[in-house]
């Protein structure tokens, strides 16, 4: 069972996988840092100096100042500063993933479309297409015999 198990571990395709998501997860904090702290604190300052992160609707009817001291006090809160943040996340690793993919369809070599079977030839008379049977041009009434 080991042995079976040592053969499918080291095929390519699980190797290849097993890489991707090591790079998928690094990848991933490389753009979470990316959002929370290059976009989102400009985007944050030309909205009135906003905190995306600190964004919140709080449901408790309790008056909190920071969204650290509603959970500290155990309020229900909507973190939708957090959530916007989140969805930035997203579209900026969808659109990595498209350009990736699209770069990799652009790599591949397509196989050139086979040449379909011509069923006409051209009149050696007048250049005019007739089918492959005709033994006489429509055209210019030659014989092609």
Not at 32 to 45: A, E, F, H, N
Not at 46 to 70: C, H, Q, R, V
Not at 95 to 122: G, T
């Given at each position: ?23 998928g ?28 992160a ?48 699209k ?43």
């Amino acid at each position: 069972m080991l042995k079976e198990f040592k053969e499918f571990a080291i095929r390519g395709n699980v190797i290849d996988l097993a890489i991707g998501i090591i790079i998928g997860g690094a990848f991933g904090k490389i753009v979470d840092s990316l959002v929370k702290d290059v976009i989102m604190p400009p985007v944050g300052m030309i909205m009135g100096k906003m905190d995306f992160a600190s964004l919140f609707l709080n449901l408790s009817g309790t008056e909190y100042a920071t969204l650290a001291e509603a959970k500290k006090a155990g309020a229900a809160t909507l973190n939708y500063g957090i959530f916007i943040s989140t969805i930035v996340d997203f579209l900026i690793m969808a659109f990595v993933v498209f350009l990736m993919v699209k770069q990799i369809n652009r790599m591949k070599k397509e196989a050139p479309a086979p040449v379909a079977a011509s069923d006409s030839k051209d009149c050696p008379f007048c250049l005019s297409p007739i089918p492959l049977q005709a033994t006489r041009c429509p055209h210019c009434t030659s014989n092609l015999k």
